[in-house]
T-cell receptor
Framework: QKEVEQDPGPLSVPEGAIVSLNCTYS??????FMWYRQYSRKGPELLMY????GNKEDGRFTAQVDKSSKYISLFIRDSQPSDSATYLC????????????FGRGTSLIVHP | NAGVTQTPKFRVLKTGQSMTLLCAQD?????MYWYRQDPGMGLRLIHY???????AKGEVPDGYNVSRLKKQNFLLGLESAAPSQTSVYFC???????????????FGPGTRLTVT
């Protein structure tokens, strides 16, 4: 079993839907949680960065961390076709650790 | 400010050939990484560097070598390419914040390598 599990999808939703993307993990020492967005044939780019438990909101995106359940989520409100991409979760043990552990990514398709 | 750049963008090799992938960053970042990304496998770390002149093995280092002779460059070498090394290769960089924690990784656009 990988340390970080992420359903590869694809997840297909209509424009305007609320999207929920999730990752589970097994290492309780993870403290820093990230979501990257990767468009087709491009490199990943950071979308959200959170520390410990709780919610963080940025525009239409909300990152949620539940450390007690070892579960993180990314919510996208009012999804747009331009949100179609692969979303990778990543997490680190400490702020100073060099190497994040990535999930395999979930492919999201938002159709008009 | 170009960020992280990778050369070449595409390459086709025959089994047994060698090549070097170049990663360059103009952000003065200390830390640099090489990943490979395969369908269904996500990003897997090959090698990384915490500073000029230093390198370390990641999750899947076999068949690859790296060098970090200059802070801004991180080279990934394949001495004898194999079909199993067909993949998309991403370079990334990051830096340490004033409080000691590392910020997020900045990724390059990738190199698509096919080994026949």
């Amino acid at each position: 079993q990988k340390e970080v599990e992420q359903d590869p999808g694809p997840l297909s939703v209509p424009e305007g839907a609320i999207v929920s993307l999730n990752c589970t993990y097994s290492n309780s020492a993870f403290q820093y949680f990230m979501w990257y967005r990767q468009y087709s044939r491009k490199g990943p780019e950071l979308l959200m960065y959170t520390y410990s438990s709780g919610n963080k909101e940025d525009g239409r995106f909300t990152a949620q961390v539940d450390k007690s359940s070892k579960y993180i989520s990314l919510f996208i409100r009012d999804s747009q076709p331009s949100d179609s991409a692969t979303y990778l979760c990543a997490m680190k043990v400490g702020g100073g650790s060099y190497i994040p552990t990535f999930g395999r990514g979930t492919s999201l398709i938002v159709h008009p | 400010n170009a960020g992280v750049t990778q050369t070449p963008k595409f390459r086709v090799l025959k089994t047994g050939q060698s090549m070097t992938l170049l990663c360059a960053q103009d952000m003065n970042h200390e830390y640099m990484y090489w990943y490979r990304q395969d369908p269904g496998m996500g990003l897997r770390l090959i090698h990384y560097s915490v500073g000029e002149g230093t390198t370390a093995k990641g999750e899947v280092p076999d068949g690859y070598n790296v060098s970090r002779l200059k802070k801004q460059n991180f080279l990934l070498g394949l001495e004898s390419a194999a079909p199993s090394q067909t993949s998309v290769y991403f370079c990334a960089s990051s830096y340490r914040l004033a409080g000691g924690s590392l910020n997020e990784q900045y990724f390059g656009p990738g190199t698509r390598l096919t080994v026949t």
